[in-house]
């Protein structure tokens, strides 16, 4: 069974840095695309930033130049270096995967879109 385990969150102050941190575990044979996703109370969820298997990332403009999204292909995982943070950075950050997998149930080939459970990242003095 394919699971993404975020860690890494926590109350921080303005100006602060936080690293967020993912593990995708199960019986994985490949990841495309990780990424990490946030939302904040009363609005929807939003794309903060993803990485490819190549390592090409994308960015939303509200964390360009503060973020950083790098991972580990061999340990599928994906962390989020967070710099300058600010009040409006408040939200629970999701991890997201796009991956291929076995199933535990045959050994068939299999892919699918998963999501972590969220770890909670609050900015406030």
């Known amino acids: 069974q394919v699971q993404l385990v975020e860690s890494g969150g926590g109350l921080v102050q303005p100006g602060g840095s936080l690293r967020l941190s993912c593990a995708a575990s199960g019986s994985i044979f490949s990841i495309n695309v990780m990424g990490w996703y946030r939302q904040a109370p009363g609005k929807e969820r939003e794309l903060v930033a993803t990485i490819t298997s190549g390592g090409k990332t994308n960015y939303a403009d509200s964390v360009k130049g503060r973020f950083t999204i790098s991972r580990d292909n061999a340990k599928n995982t994906v962390n989020l270096q967070m710099n300058s943070l600010k009040p409006e950075d408040t939200a629970v950050y999701y991890c997201?995967?796009?991956?291929?997998?076995?199933?535990?149930?045959?050994?068939?080939?299999?892919?699918?879109?998963?999501w972590g459970q969220g770890t909670q990242v609050t900015v406030s003095s």
């Open positions: 997201n995967a796009d991956l291929n997998y076995y199933s535990d149930y045959d050994g068939s080939p299999g892919s699918g879109n998963y």
